[in-house]
Structures are given as C-alpha cells and as structure tokens.
C-alpha cells in the first residue's frame, strides 16, 4: 500500500496530473530504459541516485553545523534526554 501511495507522486504534484496518469507515466518511462538500456541503464540510475543522496547528505551536515546552536555536543545532550 505504502508504494502505491508514493510511485508517480512526483509527477503528480510537479504537473499537475492525476494520480492514475502519474504513475502509468513513471512506469513507463522505468520500463522504457530498462528495455532499451538493459541492467546497465538501471545501475547507471542508482549511482546517479546515490551519488544526489551523499552531495545532499554533505550539504545538510554542513548547514547544520554552520548554525550557531547546532553542535556535535548539543546534539549528544538532545540524545541523551
């Protein structure tokens, strides 16, 4: 139910679409590159994904400890709470 709920959400809520329509878009657009890029395609598409995911995780860290009261000692303290 969970994926149901989050596939083509994307398309949806960027233009405007049915949810129905958003997701029969993203599978076949998935689909496509599958079929023609084969597993290399599908790979290619994680590391880009992964690669979004660590510049994204980088930037958070560094935002967060260029805030004045976010430090690795406060959060400790928050933990411990």
Excluded: N
């Excluded at 690669?51 to 928050?78: E, H, M, N, Y």
């Amino acid at each position: 139910m969970f994926l149901r709920c989050i596939s083509g959400a994307s398309l949806s809520v960027i233009l405007g679409l049915d949810h129905k329509i958003s997701v029969i878009i993203s599978a076949c657009i998935a689909v496509f590159y599958t079929v023609v890029g084969g597993l290399y395609s599908v790979a290619f598409t994680d590391v880009v994904q992964l690669i979004c995911i660590f510049v994204g995780l980088v930037r958070v860290i560094f935002v967060c400890f260029s805030k004045g009261d976010v430090s690795p000692a406060r959060t400790l303290q928050v933990c411990e709470l």
